[in-house]
Each structure stands twice: as structure tokens, then as C-alpha cells.
């Protein structure tokens, strides 16, 4: 007799969570990850950034599987031309250059990005990025990126949300603050943390690793 375990884990959750374990806490409360300023990059502008054959360089994991923080630093300009110099590159390399900001550096560049989901560029801001070897002009890819909880499957089903979902999360503390619109992205291969840009985690006086609670 064969068994489908992706089935038999969503089971396993779901009577876990009934009892008060599983991956997702009993009170609903999520890990916090603040994420700064950040480049990904196409194979094709890796090599004009840094150079024919150029590999990136691994520094650390970071909390998605298969994502890291690289060694590389770039530096980008918007319409005021003041730069903002030292943006980290993570990898892997993606099938299109993106950059991702926060509100506050948009006004340094000048740039009025839209607030997207990772990957949405479409129509985004344009902005110019340059490297030790060369630059590269994006006529679209900056992003604010938009508040997002990462959850895998099983962590899902205790939750009882969906990938697409939206819900809203509440952050105690000395600057209490709600946070509406928050959208869930839910895959077998990631692991349960919320993602918000340094200008959300200051405004709510808060940091990585710091626990929110998700209302339904």
C-alpha cells in the first residue's frame, strides 16, 4: 500500500494543532524578519556588474531555504542622482533584476516604486545599478516590497490560511501597531516567518526574531 506524504503531513498538522503543537504556535504568533534594502540579479547582469563567468559569493543563509545573502555590495541611483552605496546582493540569480527598498529610501532616489510582491515588477520603478565592472539600467524592478508571511504547507493548515490569503497582524509592545493586508505566501519548502521592511520594524519598535500575532 503506498501513502501520499504531503497528505499524511497536512493530517499529522491538523491533529497536532488540535492538541496544541505543530509547527505553528497554539496562539498564532509568527516570527518577525526584518529585511533591508536588497538587490537579486539576473546570470546576464551579474556578468556585467562584475564580469565575464562572475559567480556570486554565498556569505550566509538566510531563513527561506535556498536563499542567501551574498558578499557582493552594489551601489544604486535614482533621478537625484545622490547614490546609496553598499546594497547587498542575494541569491540565487532570478530570470529578472529586481531591487527592493524601503519608503524612506525612495525619497533619497527620488524613485516611486510601487508596493509589489516579490517577482511583480511589471510597470515598477526604473533604476540604475552599478558595479565594480559596469552598470546596468533597469527601465522596471524597484519594488517597495509588501508585508508577507512565509509558511510551509503544514504550517498553513494549522493556520488555516491559504497561499494568496491576506490577514492582519497585530504587534504588542511599547509602540502597538497593526498591520493590515499582510499577505500569506504559503509552499511546501518554506518556513514560518513575516517579512517587513526596516521602516514598518522601526515604526513598530521592533526587530528580528520579535513575535506578532496573526488575526483571522
Known sequence: MSYDSEL???IVSRVMAEYGGGSASCDNTVPVGVSNRHIHLTREHVEILFGKGYELTPLKDLSQPGQYACKELLTIIGPSLRPIENVRVLGPVRKASQVEISRTDSFVLKVKPPVRESGDIAGSAPITIVGPKGVVKLDEGCIIA??????????????GLK???????????????TFYDVQVRVHKDFRLEMHIDTDDANAAGIGNGFKVKVVK
Open 163 to 177: 497561499d494568496g490569503d491576506y490577514v492582519t497582524v497585530e504587534v504588542e509592545g511599547a509602540r502597538r501597531t
Open 8 to 10: 499524511v503531513s497536512q
Open 146 to 159: 509588501n508585508r508577507h508571511i512565509h509558511m510551509s504547507t503544514s504550517e498553513g493548515d494549522a493556520f
